[in-house]
């Protein structure tokens, strides 16, 4: 399947299904739905050399004062460092900012140039990055996608939590 293919499909122009995978304006609402679902039903991935997929993203659950805590800004820090050392950019992406929808997540990515995807600071809410996973690879830190091919960082907060305690009390030490 190529671009013409997929244009003579929706009976429209080349141009116009490059408009829809560039995400770009010019294209009416459902002509867009249209060719995006014709893209999906068809599996069709634009040719993009990988060398143009040169960013690294890490998606980034937002709260208030989230980048204030030291734990984000040291995780932020050495991803960034890594990122760079491979020879990609690191590219800060808002979970908010993020489609929701698999075929509008992987035009974002080819728009964007994302080669693949770190997750942090994730709830139960957002389950629907389990579509994402054959997209481009995903990495979750701090939180786990049951039932799924995602691999995730975790750390042993509850044994940790239950270690310092122990410590303080073994020390004397009565109000914590």
Do not use: W
Request: charged fraction near 20%; glycine fraction near 6%; include cysteine.
């Amino acid at each position: 399947m190529n671009i013409y293919e997929i244009a003579k499909k929706a009976g429209v122009s080349p141009t116009t299904v490059s408009r829809v995978i560039n995400d770009r304006e010019g294209v009416g609402e459902d002509t867009r739905k249209k060719i995006l679902q014709l893209i999906e039903v068809n599996n069709f991935q634009p040719r993009i050399s990988s060398n143009n997929l040169d960013n690294i993203a890490f998606f980034y659950k937002s709260y208030p004062n989230s980048f204030i805590s030291p734990y984000i800004v040291r995780l932020l820090n050495g991803v960034n460092n890594i990122v760079q050392d491979f020879g990609y950019n690191c590219l800060l992406v808002p979970l908010d900012r993020v489609p929701k929808f698999k075929d509008e997540f992987a035009m974002y990515c080819r728009k964007k140039k994302i080669a693949a995807g770190i997750f942090a600071n994730l709830s139960f809410t957002d389950d629907y990055i389990q579509a994402f996973e054959n997209i481009i690879p995903i990495v979750i830190i701090g939180s786990e996608m049951k039932n799924s091919g995602i691999v995730s960082i975790l750390s042993d907060n509850e044994n940790g939590a239950y270690n310092a305690t122990t410590h303080l009390l073994d020390n004397g030490h009565q109000e914590i």
